[in-house]
């Protein structure tokens, strides 16, 4: 009604305005500061939708939606405690599927939360040398965790007290310059190595262990290392996993299908050759769909060895057995495709895994058995007919059975050879009548055979008996 945007109001008109304007100001991607200062001073008057700030409970804070982030201490700090760590940890549960800067906003909320908090806790007072309010508590622990500088940490956290709450504070989006802190004090506590128990509980601390560190770990049971491969931790780096992955088989573990799934098909190729050698062909039958496509031709070869192995019992229906070892095909070897082209059954390869075969195993393939492959797909073969192998397949194949077989327009062929000249007829009517074929040029004067060998002389213009 004032004809601006409501991103754009001036604080006395939020101060003035009414439930259907603060809903409005959810959209904003900002609020300046002397914005935020009216929407607290207008939530403190308790003349809104939402009530008093004393009354709300978890359901009012999530219904403010991204005012909360606008509320300042003097607000929090009048909403009830119970209220307020409710919302924490609904916040620290969120956070899990967050982006990044949904984190920091995250992060921001549970500062302002904590310090509205403060008064309740003793107050933790900052030294550059000593903590001189006496040590973090379990009690404030994870207040102190998300307000305290990393140095302030240090100084007033014991490893003691951060094992024993470790699950709590591994819940929260600590800020970086404090997470280094965390692990540091995880490694004081277990000066001699983490136990394999305790590295189920990492969590994302976990990622900020290096190669060489992770190399000293006790991976020994497979439940060790789903934990430490769970998502919900964050992301590893490759060098990282692969490092996980080596310490876990040189100390005598075995890959499972669900452990393949975990590590997935990108990092399984970051494995050495050796290693792939030690993964049971059963681990591959129940890994499900793996995509292997970043693998060397050589570590496919491996891989589709055990695939073959895993599903062997399902040669005998081509259909299923296609399905489940179509992801290893970028493996197999030019006897293995024709026996599934020359299949009972239809295969209907799609095209992303035809162009994904060894192309010098593709180069082994007949027309006919590129036909039976793709099937129904065969049509596709024309939109991918500039790709390399492809370009390459077709140079090697006959045009004419290209266009006979396949019907489908591609061109590049090989031409029909010219093949070998015919023997010139004579011109005029002549006759042979001791049934032996003309081997020569017959002459070109009468000529009479009647002894039966082959007229041996030029054909004569005019006609001649033999």
């Given at each position: 009604s004032?004809g601006?945007?409501?991103?754009?109001?001036e604080?006395?008109?939020i101060a003035a305005?009414?439930?259907?304007?603060?809903?409005k100001?959810k959209?904003?991607?900002?609020?300046?500061?002397a914005?935020?200062g009216?929407?607290?001073?207008?939530?403190?008057?308790g003349?809104?939708?939402?009530g008093?700030?004393?009354s709300?409970?978890?359901?009012?804070?999530?219904?403010l939606g991204?005012?909360?982030?606008?509320?300042?201490?003097?607000?929090?700090?009048?909403?009830?405690e119970?209220?307020?760590e409710?919302?924490?940890r609904?916040?620290?549960?969120?956070?899990?599927?967050?982006?990044?800067?949904?984190?920091?906003?995250?992060?921001?909320?549970?500062?302002a939360?904590?310090?509205?908090?403060?008064p309740?806790?003793?107050?933790l007072?900052?030294s550059?040398?000593r903590?001189?309010?006496?040590?973090i508590?379990a009690?404030?622990?994870?207040d102190?965790?998300?307000?305290l500088?990393?140095?302030e940490l240090?100084?007033?956290?014991?490893s003691?007290?951060l094992?024993?709450?470790?699950?709590?504070?591994l819940?929260?989006?600590?800020?970086k310059?404090?997470?280094?802190?965390?692990?540091?004090?995880v490694d004081?506590?277990?000066?001699?190595?983490?136990p394999?128990?305790q590295l189920?509980c990492?969590?994302?601390l976990?990622?900020?262990y290096?190669?060489?560190?992770?190399?000293?770990w006790?991976?020994?049971s497979?439940d060790?290392?789903?934990a430490?491969l769970?998502p919900?931790?964050g992301?590893?780096e490759?060098s990282?996993?692969?490092?996980l992955?080596?310490?876990?088989?040189a100390?005598?573990?075995?890959l499972?299908g669900?452990?393949l799934?975990e590590?997935?098909?990108?990092?399984?190729?970051?494995l050495?050759e050796?290693?792939?050698q030690?993964?049971?062909?059963?681990?591959?039958?129940?890994a499900g769909?793996?995509?292997?496509?970043s693998?060397?031709?050589?570590?496919?070869?491996?891989l589709?060895?055990?695939?073959k192995?895993a599903?062997?019992s399902?040669?005998?229906?081509?259909?299923?057995y296609?399905c489940q070892?179509r992801?290893?095909?970028?493996?197999?070897p030019?006897?293995?495709?024709?026996?599934?082209?020359?299949a009972?059954?239809a295969?209907n390869?799609?095209?992303?895994?035809?162009l994904?075969l060894n192309?010098?195993e593709?180069?082994?393939?007949s027309?006919?058995d590129v036909?039976n492959?793709?099937?129904?797909?065969?049509p596709?073969?024309?939109?991918a007919?500039?790709?390399?192998q492809v370009e390459?397949?077709?140079?090697q194949?006959?045009?004419?059975?290209?266009?006979c077989?396949?019907?489908?327009?591609l061109?590049g062929?090989?031409?029909?050879?010219?093949g070998t000249?015919?023997?010139?007829?004579p011109?005029?009517?002549?006759?042979?009548?001791?049934?032996?074929?003309?081997?020569?040029p017959?002459?070109?004067?009468?000529a009479s055979?009647t002894s039966?060998?082959?007229v041996?002389t030029?054909?004569p213009?005019?006609p001649a008996?033999v």
């Amino acid at each position: 009604s004032l004809g601006v945007p409501v991103c754009d109001l001036e604080p006395g008109a939020i101060a003035a305005s009414g439930p259907d304007t603060l809903d409005k100001l959810k959209l904003c991607p900002a609020l300046t500061g002397a914005q935020q200062g009216a929407l607290n001073a207008l939530l403190l008057s308790g003349d809104t939708a939402y009530g008093h700030p004393s009354s709300w409970d978890l359901r009012t804070l999530q219904d403010l939606g991204p005012l909360v982030l606008a509320l300042n201490q003097t607000t929090l700090s009048l909403v009830a405690e119970a209220a307020r760590e409710d919302f924490r940890r609904s916040i620290a549960v969120s956070d899990i599927s967050q982006g990044r800067s949904q984190r920091e906003n995250s992060l921001l909320l549970l500062r302002a939360l904590a310090a509205a908090a403060a008064p309740s806790h003793p107050r933790l007072k900052r030294s550059k040398d000593r903590c001189q309010s006496g040590p973090i508590t379990a009690s404030n622990i994870t207040d102190a965790v998300i307000i305290l500088t990393s140095e302030e940490l240090n100084l007033c956290l014991s490893s003691d007290v951060l094992i024993k709450n470790l699950e709590a504070v591994l819940d929260l989006p600590v800020p970086k310059e404090s997470s280094q802190v965390l692990k540091e004090k995880v490694d004081q506590y277990f000066s001699s190595g983490i136990p394999e128990k305790q590295l189920r509980c990492l969590g994302w601390l976990s990622r900020l262990y290096t190669e060489q560190e992770i190399s000293q770990w006790s991976v020994t049971s497979s439940d060790t290392l789903s934990a430490l491969l769970n998502p919900s931790g964050g992301q590893w780096e490759d060098s990282q996993v692969q490092e996980l992955l080596s310490r876990y088989l040189a100390l005598g573990g075995s890959l499972t299908g669900s452990l393949l799934q975990e590590i997935g098909g990108h990092r399984l190729c970051n494995l050495q050759e050796g290693q792939i050698q030690q993964i049971p062909a059963g681990a591959i039958g129940t890994a499900g769909q793996l995509n292997i496509s970043s693998c060397s031709q050589t570590k496919k070869e491996l891989l589709y060895g055990k695939a073959k192995e895993a599903f062997a019992s399902l040669a005998s229906t081509p259909g299923c057995y296609y399905c489940q070892i179509r992801p290893y095909l970028g493996g197999a070897p030019a006897e293995d495709l024709k026996d599934l082209a020359n299949a009972s059954v239809a295969i209907n390869m799609d095209l992303a895994t035809f162009l994904a075969l060894n192309p010098k195993e593709l180069q082994k393939l007949s027309v006919t058995d590129v036909k039976n492959l793709l099937g129904k797909n065969l049509p596709e073969l024309k939109q991918a007919e500039h790709e390399p192998q492809v370009e390459s397949w077709v140079q090697q194949q006959s045009q004419r059975e290209l266009d006979c077989v396949l019907g489908i327009g591609l061109q590049g062929g090989l031409p029909e050879p010219t093949g070998t000249a015919s023997p010139a007829g004579p011109t005029t009517p002549a006759s042979v009548t001791s049934g032996v074929p003309v081997t020569a040029p017959v002459p070109t004067t009468p000529a009479s055979v009647t002894s039966g060998v082959p007229v041996t002389t030029p054909v004569p213009t005019t006609p001649a008996s033999v």
